[in-house]
């Protein structure tokens, strides 16, 4: 070894010693800003005029401690961790879908129009809305790959611009009895919405301690295992990898690009278009009531793709961030009450994501120059 | 059917239609403009939503608190500019992925200016017209680019300036140079992630000013529902135009063209699919790259962090 | 070997002024715990050319680094004419008249000559003075070229000549070229030495020639330095080397194999036309090598060979008239993204056991061969077939079912993901022997690196390292482990020693030819003359894309394989 080589494995990787000084780095750096964020939200509060304990307390409330809540909390996360879970699979790929918030909204659409349209007893009705909502997630999403692999359109531009195309395709079905309008009858007094799922169609909501939350939190949490399960340790899961590491060594041994990169933006879309099912058949009160109506999305997929992110595209991880999501927004209901406008829970959050990015980053630049450092002398 | 063409003919030889296309193109046209310098030194900024609601808010702060126009404009581009910082500081300083930074940034600024309108309420007016003599009376088009709110008037130094300042000058030369092949500009001795921070600033700068001008120009009242998608537009608007300048441009009057043709069209009483129009620019944009994706030639970098030593 | 200090030694002989351009003073750059360079003393004389030699890795590139600013030495001083200098970036070096002709990553594609050479400036943008500066330089150093052509349309050579444009046209008073050869024809390469000669005298500039080939700098320069890991370990005038002792402060041992030699870019030993500077390549013949202690080589590489490993080998299997060729290529026509044409009609058949050199200056299309065979381009037209059999271009892993092996030009382009494990990556090209029913068996899967580690010596922490934290000469062995464990019929090794340490690159050639010895068919990609001479049986040199000559090693020599390269008829 000449004393590049040696340079490189001494100063790349983190030595025994330094292991534990490492980890308390990390949580200082993280405590720090997230710190720094919820200070800065205070700060917000008070300069406005209000005071932010009792918004801190109505967050609590709101999110946890009131009864029923941590169920609707739940409620709440399930879909934002199905839609993560779906943004970790493309991610892996190397993919960037940012289009999850059209894909739920194609694929909750057009569950709806064929759970409509097929009927059938309940319980298999349900199953079917949310086989087919994924489905249509999934090719919403394969106009984006379709245009990736055979046009060479880039996914982030495409997934982005179809989220808006998506929302307006739902807006039009939304006007028309033929496609997803209810039938005058229905409708209320509103004009586009669609019709509501009879209680015999939606998903169960089993009761827990007064809390009351639809099936979908234990498939989101069943479909985290898998996806954990799939990426790590199966042989697919470990092509997708190369794929998304390094797509000309997975091209030469045999990694369809196409193939599985098509896959795999399409399973993002279609956890997207589940996610969005899942929402309709048992959001329940919270996401549009068991019918389609428009903004039924609630950026559950900007959300949930933030939530991918700020997991670092390991599945299990974004179990936990899924639900400090789903809090701060179940909490923001309550806080309201406290006289504060409650889109202050949207600045919290999004300087929480913020706060949440720099640690990453700061610790990825340091051990960066550090190997740069140590490998400037390779040729 | 007839009567529906001649109806079109009619909107078509409106000066009105020309009027409120060229407002809603003046708003594009701003912020399509920064983002062509952010995309052109390789950042894929998609904070534009943000900083044009950004620039917005704070235009009305600033003609709140003074009540000039001419102030709140220049308060708008510092709102812009302080989103651009967040951007900027975030992706090109702590190599953090410029997209989770750009979608976070607009959920935050819908958010913060949300929250702040309610706590605030700032009130702001529209800004005067201003007639330009003559050029104001071509027939059609005239009053639309001539007869403007003041505002608007800025563009005509800020498309010029900006073009002259990325292919004439040497700033411009090193931005492109960022944007084609990091790693080269690095070895010739140019601050990467110092030219891409500027870019983005300088988006900020225009975008704060569309925000501005959207507002003195077009809505009056701050609302923070105002922007509606309209960034993303820009976005479209500089994708479409295949990264030149003048092509964006193009992107921008073709798509508040489809914007305005709706509006006028409603207000004669019919309804075309008022859906598809409003997903036009975005069905149109994705088609043009479709078609054009491997002809058309995207800056090389684009969207690609730099990190010294990282290919 | 006198280690004095050249500088000093120089003054009174020369005519040179007796400050140094530059004079560097105990400079000393740790990165960790390793130390790049250890208080490296040097002085560079006006009107004069400096050679900085040694293996890859020495320290050179770091050092000049440090003169440039792009790295900031720990310790030491760098004085330019006498007045010591805080260099902390590239523009406050160009400033001082220092310029570096790189060697990569310098130009941006996009743009125009022009603008390139515009590129890194400071002050207003002006596009006809730089024009006419470029005229001027063009005129005066016989480097001709259209500023107003996008740099991407340009030949590797045309690159080079925009790259020494810039460079010259801050009219620097010292000059760095690092490794500037590679791309170039052997007659390229004495036409830039040439000029560069004219420009040292004429203007009275300082020249660095940083280099691994010792011919070349043997060749072209009046002093030398030598580095080994950090350290100067000699400087003498260029009058007063010769080959091996150079070779032999190069590596820090005796160079003893043939491989090692030409490593060194030491022309092979019957031809040693070039050697003008008191070279005699019977120095080196192995006959009079003989008598070296083989096992000092051995402790310092850390490997152990049969010396009769590397005598025997160049000699081609016998390939008689009836024998099948194991992979024909036929008429291949490639168009690369810009539409230009990278390979074309090339056509080649290969016999097992042979081991065929592809000679040819760097962007004549050898990329695009290795790119075809690694399935990661399509051809225009022509076939491609393994044992008879037709296998479709550009198909995801066909060429690796086939039973192509490769040694990718850039490991980290193809070869290697960086981000996985050394066990994963040592599976990349087949999952099966560590899977079963479509999961990864994690025990099969550690036992199979740990049997491969071994074998092939990668010294990492374990199976599960990361790709990244290990070095470069250890990753391109998890390359060769990899494909070699495949039991390829054809093994494609492009540019294989390139980056390697001297002990690296002899385990490398053996291993080839090894390979090649059991039946394996090798096709070895090169820029390096003299490691195609050294291992192939048979040469084809590539120029545009086409096959302009082949022959058998014994016909084949140093000048004609160089005109060749250059593109004249064979």
């Known amino acids: 070894m000449t ?110 129009y064929f759970g409509f349209l097929i009927g059938g007893p309940g319980p298999i009705n349900v199953v079917l809305i949310l086989i087919i909502g994924a489905a249509g997630g999934g090719l919403w999403a394969g106009v984006a790959a379709g245009l990736r692999y055979w046009r060479g359109v880039p996914e982030v531009l495409s997934t982005l611009l179809l989220v808006t195309v998506g929302g307006q395709a739902v807006a039009y079905g939304l006007r028309w009895e033929w496609l997803l309008l209810a039938p005058e009858g229905s409708r209320g007094n509103r004009n586009q919405v669609s019709e509501q799922l009879a209680t015999g169609n939606r998903l169960p909501r089993p009761d827990l301690f007064g809390n009351e939350f639809p099936l979908t939190v234990f498939i989101s949490v069943i479909l985290a295992a898998i996806v954990a399960f799939v990426l790590s340790r199966t042989v697919w899961g470990f092509r997708l990898r190369m794929l998304g590491r390094n797509p000309r060594a997975a091209q030469r041994s045999g990694v369809s690009e196409t193939r599985y990169g098509a896959t795999a933006l399409m399973l993002s879309g279609a956890f997207a278009g589940l996610a969005g099912a899942a929402m309709l058949t048992g959001g329940g009160f919270a996401f549009g009531n068991y019918q389609l109506v428009p903004g039924f999305s609630a950026n559950i997929g900007w959300t ?27 909490g923001s209901n309550f806080v309201s009450g406290t006289g504060v406008e409650s889109r202050i829970t949207d600045v919290i959050s999004g300087l929480l994501v913020l706060a949440l990015l720099i640690p990453a980053a700061v610790m990825f630049l340091r051990d960066r120059r550090r190997a740069r450092a140590a490998a400037t002398e390779r040729v | 059917m007839a009567d529906f063409f001649s109806s079109v003919y009619e909107i078509f030889t409106t000066e009105t239609t020309y009027s409120n296309g060229a407002l809603l193109a003046g708003v594009l046209a701003f912020a399509a403009t920064g983002e062509w310098v952010a995309e052109r030194s390789g950042t894929l900024n998609i904070s534009v939503e943000g900083m044009l609601l950004g620039g917005a808010f704070t235009a009305a702060l600033g003609y709140h608190v003074t009540g000039s126009v001419a102030v709140g404009l220049l308060t708008g581009m510092v709102g812009g500019m302080l989103i651009a910082g967040v951007q900027a500081e975030m992706s090109h300083r702590l190599a953090a992925d410029q997209f989770v930074v750009g979608l976070t940034l607009n959920i935050l600024v819908f958010g913060l200016t949300g929250f702040l309108e309610n706590e605030i309420a700032p009130d702001s007016t529209l800004a005067r017209k201003f007639e330009i003599p003559l050029l104001s009376e071509i027939p059609l088009v005239g009053e639309a680019l001539f007869w403007q709110r003041w505002p608007f008037y800025i563009l005509y130094l800020l498309i010029p300036f900006s073009w002259w300042l990325v292919y004439r000058t040497r700033w411009g030369l090193e931005l492109r140079s960022v944007g084609e092949n990091p790693q080269s500009a690095d070895v010739s001795g140019i601050d990467v992630n110092k030219r891409r921070r500027q870019s983005i600033y300088y988006a900020g700068l225009t975008c704060g000013l569309g925000g501005a001008f959207f507002l003195f120009g077009h809505v009056g009242p701050f609302e923070n529902t105002i922007v509606g998608g309209r960034g993303f537009i820009a976005i479209a608007a500089v994708i479409f135009g295949g990264w030149t300048l003048r092509g964006t441009l193009a992107g921008c009057v073709i798509f508040a063209g489809a914007l305005s043709f709706r509006i006028s069209i409603q207000l004669i009483g019919y309804d075309i699919n008022s859906e598809l129009l409003q997903a036009l620019p975005f069905i149109v944009t994705i088609a043009g790259m479709a078609i054009f994706a491997h002809r058309v030639r995207a800056p090389a970098a684009l969207a690609r962090p730099f990190i010294r030593g990282l290919r | ?95 001082l008249g220092i310029g570096m002709v790189h060697q990569h990553f310098s130009l941006v594609d996009a743009l125009t000559v022009w603008e390139n050479v515009a590129l890194g400036d400071a002050g207003r943008l002006d596009p006809k003075a730089t024009r006419g500066r470029i005229g001027e330089i063009a005129e005066q150093y016989g480097l001709v070229i259209d500023p107003d052509k996008r740099v991407g349309d340009l030949t590797a050579g045309l690159r080079q000549r925009v790259e020494i444009i810039k460079c010259l046209r801050r009219d620097p008073s010292i000059v760095i070229f690092d490794e500037p050869t590679s791309v170039l024809t052997p007659e390229e390469s ?42 100067v370990v000699d400087q003498r005038r260029s009058v007063d080397a010769d080959a091996r002792t150079l070779a032999r402060a190069m590596v820090g ?22 050697d003008d500077n008191g070279l005699d390549g019977n120095n080196l013949d192995r006959a009079d090598l003989d008598g070296i202690d083989l096992e000092e080589g051995a402790t310092a590489t850390g490997h152990t060979f049969e010396t009769a490993d590397s005598d025997t080998s160049n000699i081609a299997p016998d390939i008689g008239p009836t024998a099948v060729p194991v992979l024909r290529i036929g008429k291949a026509v490639v168009h690369d993204a810009d539409g230009v044409i990278a390979l074309d009609e ?29 399935s990661l381009l399509v051809l225009s037209s022509g076939t491609v077939t393994v044992d008879g059999a037709p296998v479709p271009t550009g198909k995801s892993g066909a060429m690796a079912k086939a039973g192509i092996g490769v040694i990718p030009e850039d490991r980290h382009d193809s070869g290697l993901v960086l981000d996985m494990t050394v066990a994963e990556n040592l599976v990349l090209v087949d999952q099966s022997r560590a899977a079963s029913r479509g999961l990864i068996d994690q025990k099969r899967l550690n036992a ?123």
């Open chain 3, 190 to 231: 004495e036409q830039l030495f040439e000029s560069l000669r004219h420009v040292v005298a004429a203007e009275s500039r300082s020249v660095v020639l940083v280099s691994h080939k010792l011919d070349e700098v043997l060749h072209a320069t009046d002093d030398i330095t030598i580095m080994r890991q950090g350290k």
């Open chain 3, 1 to 95: 070997m006198s280690n004095t200090e050249l500088g000093d030694a120089g003054t009174d002989e020369t005519n040179t002024s007796s400050v140094p351009a530059v004079r560097l003073t105990g400079i000393t750059k740790r990165f960790g715990a390793v130390v790049a360079c250890d208080s490296v003393n040097l002085a560079l004389q006006r009107g004069r050319i400096h050679g900085l030699l040694g293996e890859n890795g020495a320290g050179k590139s770091t050092l000049m680094k440090m003169l440039i600013g792009l790295v900031l030495p720990d310790s030491g001083t760098i004085a330019i004419d006498g007045t010591t200098e805080s260099i902390h970036d590239p523009l406050t070096a160009s400033a």
């Open chain 3, 448 to 570: 199979f690196a740990v049997e491969m580690i071994e074998q092939f010596s990668i010294a990492c922490s374990g199976p599960n390292a990361p790709m990244w934290s290990v070095s470069g000469g250890n990753q391109q062995r998890v390359v060769l482990a990899r494909e070699l464990s495949q039991e390829p019929k054809i093994l494609v090794a492009a540019q294989p020693t390139r980056g390697l340490d001297v002990g690296a690159i002899e385990y490398m050639s053996h291993r080839l030819e090894t390979a090649a010895a059991t039946g394996v068919a090798v096709l070895l990609i090169s820029s390096e003359l003299e490691e195609i001479l050294e291992l192939s049986h048979r040469i084809i040199v590539m120029h545009s894309g086409r096959i302009v000559g082949e022959m058998p090693r014994a016909e084949a020599n140093f000048e004609a394989l160089g005109l060749l390269m250059g593109g004249a008829a064979a």
């Open chain 3, 346 to 374: 090339f056509s080649l058949e290969m016999y097992p056991g042979e081991i065929v050199g592809v000679a040819g200056v760097e962007g004549n299309g050898q990329r695009a061969l290795g790119d075809v065979l690694s």
């Open chain 1, 304 to 330: 949930g793709l933030l939530v991918a992110l700020v997991a670092y595209e390991k599945p299990l991880a974004a179990i936990p961030v899924a639900v400090v999501f789903a809090g701060l927004r179940t």
């Open chain 3, 253 to 274: 041992r005796e160079v003893s194999l043939r491989s090692e030699r030409a490593a060194l870019g030491i022309h092979s030993l019957d031809d040693n036309g070039l």
């Open chain 1, 3 to 112: 004393a590049v080589d040696t340079a490189i494995d001494s100063g790349v990787r983190p030595s025994r010693t330094r292991h534990g000084a490492r980890f308390s780095e990390w949580i200082a750096l993280y405590s720090m800003s997230v710190l720094a964020a919820l200070v800065l939200s205070a700060i917000l509060v008070e300069a406005t005029g209000g005071d932010w304990r009792p918004v801190v307390n109505a967050l609590l409330d709101g999110s946890v401690r009131h009864p029923g809540r941590w169920g609707e909390t739940l409620a709440t996360a399930a879909p934002l961790l199905v839609v993560a879970l779906g943004t970790v699979i493309s991610s892996k790929a190397g993919l960037v879908n940012i289009g999850q918030e059209g894909q739920l909204f194609v694929g909750a659409a057009i569950g709806t």
